[in-house]
């Protein structure tokens, strides 16, 4: 016998068709690295509505850290927040309110480069300060430190990928990194 469904019967979380108003939430997730601590983030999210969206984690010397975006219905950010507090003496975890929305990069261009040369303090200051000189802002960024092949240095390697407005002079911006890379001794590659 099949039976109506009414609408009280219905879990207004499980509609299929239903519009609903999301959050982004960013999430900073810090502690010591061991076994299941993205399981436990994800389990909450999870069991209040919420959707992993990106997300970049590592284990960096013996810390396990990373920043999780999340979409979740607006009723229930609360509560998430509330429930991720939980995970403390597990993971200290951060929620962030997104503050941008689709639009925002619609007059925005990318550039991408690679940063590659001989380890040394300062390298990330100095890269960093030439683009926020020409109103650059870094939208993602990895970099690591390995040990060199044959000269028994250690190397600096940073990807790096910049967003830009319209207005802003790409040509300058290139010429300003090329003129640092020599001025630091790296290689800067762009379109990397």
Known sequence: MVRPVTAEAVDPQRLIGTLRVMTTLVLTVVGADRAGLVAAVA?????????????????????????????VADDRVDDLRAALTGLDGLLTVAVHASETSPTDDVDMRRLAFTVLGNDRPGIVREISATLSAHDLSIERMSSETYDAAMSGGRLFEAKIVARAAASVDIDAVQSALEELAAEIQVDVTLGS
């Open 43 to 71: 389990d909450v999210v999870d069991a209040h509505g919420g959707n992993w969206e990106t997300s970049e984690l590592a284990e960096l010397a013996g810390a396990f850290a990373g920043i999780i975006e999340v979409s």
